[in-house]
């Protein structure tokens, strides 16, 4: 059974950093591409980031780019989202889900394990 778990999340002021944490078990965490998703109030769920099986392929949304950094540890079957110069718009729950393939893909679709989610706010 695959689980998935998101952690980080919290309040911080705007300008501030976050570093939020994914583990997955139960499935063979290096084989598979990575993505981080966040979902705000009365939005649809949007992409944020993804990372290939190595970690080196990496690809960002607009919004993000330049203030997120995306990594993962695979001998820890962890993944890892530096959030830096938080902006109030970045308040969402962000989600962390496994590919079904290996390369890193900004689409939502192929993504097939998800987490609960971890809630970040950023105030202004």
């Known amino acids: 059974q695959v689980q998935v778990v998101e952690s980080g999340g919290g309040l911080v002021q705007a300008g501030g950093s976050l570093r939020l944490s994914c583990t997955a078990s139960g499935l063979t965490f290096a084989a598979y591409a990575m993505g981080w998703f966040r979902q705000a109030p009365g939005k649809e769920r949007e992409v944020v980031s993804c990372i290939s099986r190595s970690g080196i392929g990496t690809g960002y949304a607009n919004s993000v780019k330049g203030r997120f950094t995306i990594s993962r540890d695979n001998a820890k079957n962890t993944l890892y989202l530096q959030m830096n110069n938080l902006k109030p718009e970045d308040t969402a729950m962000y989600y962390c889900?496994?590919?079904?393939?290996?390369?890193?893909?900004?689409?939502?679709?192929?993504?097939?394990?998800w987490g609960q989610g971890t809630q970040v706010t950023v105030s202004s």
């Open positions: 889900a496994t590919h079904s393939r290996w390369w890193c893909q900004l689409l939502r679709s192929d993504y097939n394990y």
